[in-house]
């Protein structure tokens, strides 16, 4: 088999597992086994939840908390509301929504308990919000959430008794300030009876639905996670971005407490988001079935006899596209590290040829350079002259993926199109993101094994052709198929989430993926002739530029129908290229 036939089978199967990691299941019909999580028994809820907008404090969201106190009462719950009165930022917000200037305006949570049989032990506590931002249905953000959980609970009780006491807020103001969530973990006496929380959110409208916020010291928490979940996603690496954010969720008010948090979310379809197109009809009920299945399987757990998980050391974690999810301990990452070195060692010293080393690291750190600087020239040219809306950049995500992935591979093109490498060369070419394994491990070790991982692999595979050598070496080839298509697959995967979470307004973050992605399938890449390589980055950057073009307009075509900003005349010239 060619050169080349070993680099498209690494592709197709990177393509693969890529789509795998970030498509939902499918969403389960109606009449499934009552134990079960069924997204169009969901779709019930949402369908009533969502009909309209429901602000908090409106009559609107008065008939949606009557709803859901019926559903919760229907399914044997222990149902009482707890009013209070919002903050007066709150009160201005809910005023600038409304059109209605009430000074102290009358929030309210709606909270069920369904009995356990020992009710002396810590309770498992279920939170969502009721309430939307103005003009929006929400039949995401947070129908879905509330809807998912209305649907776990029939589900748990299908199945008898809880040992535990189970637990459901559905909290008030959290658009305008996090308000209800405030009000429990710090004056419902209720709270005192709670052991662990699972907080459901979305920002959009489909997609995976992933653990990406956890309670402090988390290893036991996710002990209980890789065991319980069937078809698990999450990553400490988004645990750790999430924690760096400016971002926060109702879990964020029991963060403090001694509570064992979870915290679950989808962003896919981000065009929905807060957006009047919000609706039950517009949102993935995949989605819903994979933000269900996930809360549902982790809540039996808890719910069971066992006691709940204390606080231990935090771990690694990541699923493996979907199908397990791999728990590690953090200082594990540096035994990883030294045996990467130790591999790129071999193949650097095998046949020793220090220029082609050292070409190999300027190569991969002009890719790693001219590919931030692409990215932020062309996101550049995707925006006017100003600051545009956030909604619209939201909306733009898909042609800002594709503006970024022509973009990067532009800057492959350009760096790495007509190299033909030798072990030597792509042990050169490793060492920089070796570099970066090192450095998140010392700094961030939980979050690092997105690039200690990736550097193993390839290690390994590089140090295997060093060491059998070209020609007929299938085993070493072999290698790094597996090696390039596991890497490359997640790289797939994590790129599409950089971009899906901070591509709006950071899309150089795609040079990670991008440059991770490169070192595993260097030793696969037979070299392309130089006119034919700078031909394609030529052509990839203008494809960037039209990508650029669209994204400007994508947000009033597919979008909130907020005002899209005026594309600039750079933009239009690169995408008439």
Not at 383 to 397: F, K, Q, T, V, W
């Amino acid at each position: 088999m060619g050169k080349s036939l070993y680099l498209i089978a690494a592709l197709m199967f990177a393509v693969l597992l890529g789509i795998r990691a970030t498509t939902p299941p499918a969403p389960l019909g109606a009449g499934s086994p009552p134990q079960v999580f069924s997204a169009a028994r969901a779709m019930a809820d949402v369908r009533v939840i969502a009909a309209r907008p429901h602000l908090a404090a409106s009559p609107e969201d008065a008939a949606v908390r009557a709803h859901l106190a019926r559903r919760l009462q229907a399914m044997g719950m222990e149902v009482h509301e707890t009013p209070f009165t919002a903050t007066q930022a709150s009160a201005a917000r809910l005023a600038w929504w409304s059109g209605n200037k009430v000074l102290a305006p009358t929030l309210t949570n709606v909270i069920g308990v369904l009995p356990g049989r020992d009710r002396n032990v810590p309770a498992v506590l279920l939170m969502a919000h009721h309430d939307t931002v103005g003009g929006s249905p929400g039949a995401a953000d947070d129908t879905a959430g509330v809807s998912a959980l209305l649907e776990t609970v029939r589900a748990v009780r299908a199945g008898g008794p809880p040992a535990r006491d189970l637990i459901v807020l559905f909290t008030d103001g959290e658009e305008l300030g996090l308000d209800g969530a405030h009000h429990f973990f710090t004056a419902d006496p209720l709270r005192a009876h709670v052991g662990a929380v699972i907080n459901v959110e979305a920002r959009g409208g489909g997609g995976r639905t992933t653990l990406f916020e956890t309670s402090p010291e988390n290893g036991a928490a996710i002990a209980r996670v890789a065991r319980s979940i069937a078809r698990p996603a999450g990553s400490s690496l988004g645990v750790y971005i999430y924690k760096v954010l400016p971002n926060d969720t109702d879990l964020t008010e029991a963060r403090t407490g001694p509570y064992t948090g979870y915290n679950f979310a989808f962003i896919g379809r981000p065009q929905l988001y807060h957006s009047p197109k919000a609706t039950p009809d517009a949102i993935d009920q995949g989605a819903l079935q994979d933000m269900g299945a996930q809360v549902l399987d982790l809540t039996r757990d808890l719910l069971s006899g066992e006691p709940l998980p204390v606080r231990t050391a935090d771990v690694v974690f990541f699923d493996a596209f979907g199908v397990v999810l791999v728990v590690y301990p953090a200082w594990a990452g540096w035994i990883m590290v030294a045996f990467a070195a130790v591999g790129l060692g071999i193949a650097a010293l095998r046949q020793p040829d220090w220029r082609a080393t050292a070409a190999g690291t300027g190569r991969m750190l002009g890719l790693i350079v001219l590919a931030g600087v692409v990215l932020y020239g062309i996101n550049r040219l995707s925006l006017a002259p100003g600051e545009a809306n956030y909604y619209d950049r939201l909306a733009a995500i898909p042609r800002l993926e594709a503006m970024a992935l022509a973009g990067g591979l532009a800057a492959f093109l350009l760096t790495m199109g007509a190299w033909k490498s030798s072990p030597a060369g792509l042990a050169g070419a490793a060492l920089p993101i070796l570099a970066l394994a090192v450095a998140g491990q010392a700094m961030a070790p939980t979050a690092a094994y997105v690039v200690v991982l990736p550097v193993l692999l390839a290690a390994l595979a590089i140090a295997a052709l060093a060491v059998v050598g070209h020609g007929s070496a299938f085993s070493a080839r072999g290698l790094a198929v597996i090696a390039a298509a596991l890497v490359g697959g997640y790289m797939i995967a994590l790129g599409h989430q950089v971009m899906q979470g901070v591509g709006p307004k950071l899309p150089v973050a795609a040079v990670l993926p991008l440059a991770v992605a490169a070192m595993a399938v260097l030793p696969l890449w037979p070299g392309l002739g130089t006119k034919t390589a700078r031909g394609g980055g030529r052509a990839a950057v203008a494809g960037s530029g039209r990508r650029a073009h669209s994204a400007a307009r994508s947000a009033v075509r597919y979008g909130a129908g907020l005002q899209c900003r005026q594309v600039s005349g750079v933009a239009r010239r690169l995408a008439r290229l």
